[in-house]
């Protein structure tokens, strides 16, 4: 099975995630990707971590420790997404998924993957307000930093998900399990995850 991660800036998602494929063995997928992609197109994975980044504000750089950037970043600045560096985390995540057994965080994944039988699609989401007081609360920045991150880049992720797969982002439809981590914690939102998967799986066999 394939779990893939998608989410609103600061609900929380990297901890779940970590948390789930800790529970069923699985192995996590996060950091690897620019590395991977680096070797398909022969640069440094500093230079796709630089395009994923797509250099980032200071408030990014004191909250990347949070919630890692992922490609759809690129979308907020003036220089568009390279479409080769695309095809080439496309290829990548397929690459891993392939191997099953996986947690994948970002990157797209549940729109490159689609609706399979073998893959969960989830979707982490909290409230605005709720969000920025978390990131405050965890990294010490000032609010109105916060605030301006955080909706910048679901403003990125959104555009990303809208330019590059005609999707909206967010939208219950995309995905098969929605959690608010206002509502449940990362213990809770990981059992819930965890238990959807034993779910599916019992159904595919």
């Known amino acids: 099975m394939i779990v893939t991660v998608s989410n609103e800036y600061g609900s929380g998602a990297l901890e779940i995630a970590e948390r789930v494929a800790g ?6 997928v996060d950091r690897q990707l620019p590395v991977v992609v680096a070797k398909r197109l022969r640069v440094s994975p500093e230079a ?12 990014e750089r004191f909250l990347t420790g949070l919630e890692r950037a992922t490609p759809e970043l690129a979308e907020a600045t003036a220089e568009p997404f390279d479409a080769e560096l695309l095809r080439a985390v496309q290829a990548a995540v397929r690459d891993y998924a392939a191997r099953e057994n ?10 490159i ?3 399979r039988p073998d893959v969960l699609r989830v979707f982490i989401h909290a409230p605005r307000d709720w969000r920025i007081e978390r990131v405050v609360a965890m990294t010490g920045v000032r609010q109105e930093l916060v605030q301006a991150e955080v909706d910048r880049i679901d403003h990125a992720r959104a555009a990303y998900v809208r ?3 005609g999707l909206k982002f967010g939208d219950p439809r995309n995905y098969d399990l929605c959690i608010d981590t206002s509502r449940f914690d990362a213990a809770q939102s990981a059992t819930l995850i965890v238990s ?3 779910a599916r799986e019992n159904s595919l066999s």
Do not use: C, H, K, Q
Not at 48 to 54: K, R, S
Not at 103 to 111: D, E, H, M, N, T
């Open 23 to 28: 529970e069923l063995g699985y192995e996590f």
């Open 48 to 59: 796709v971590e630089a395009n994923e980044d797509a250099a980032p504000t200071l408030g």
């Open 102 to 111: 996986v947690v994948i965080l970002g990157r797209g994944a549940s729109a």
């Open 113 to 115: 993957l689609g609706a």
């Open 163 to 165: 330019n590059w797969y």
């Open 196 to 198: 959807a998967i034993r």
